[in-house]
């Protein structure tokens, strides 16, 4: 998925996520890797993130690898996790009423 715009919410993938230059996303994102070229404020829980050196990050990040390329920023909190926490993307059951 590639985010060359503006979101703003929760996004939940298995696959990676690519914010671009242009993009400036804020919320929640899990995903097997986010690379970020342009801005991200919220959480992020996956297995990697690596900020180019046109990235910013701001807020939480839970993941087993971060690289931040020189004159990448973050500014934030980061928690290193085990491979076993990497990707908890359960599925919430809805409750339907009959």
Known sequence: MHINGEFDGVLTTTAEIVIGKTGFVTG?????????AGEFKGEYRGDSIDILPSGKVFGEINVKNVIIEPNGIFEGESK???????????????????
Not at 80 to 98: G, Q, Y
């Open 28 to 36: 929640e994102m899990k995903a097997k890797r986010l690379i970020v």
């Open 80 to 98: 290193i996790i085990r491979e076993e926490e990497v990707l908890k993307l359960e599925t919430k059951p809805t409750d339907k009423k009959k």
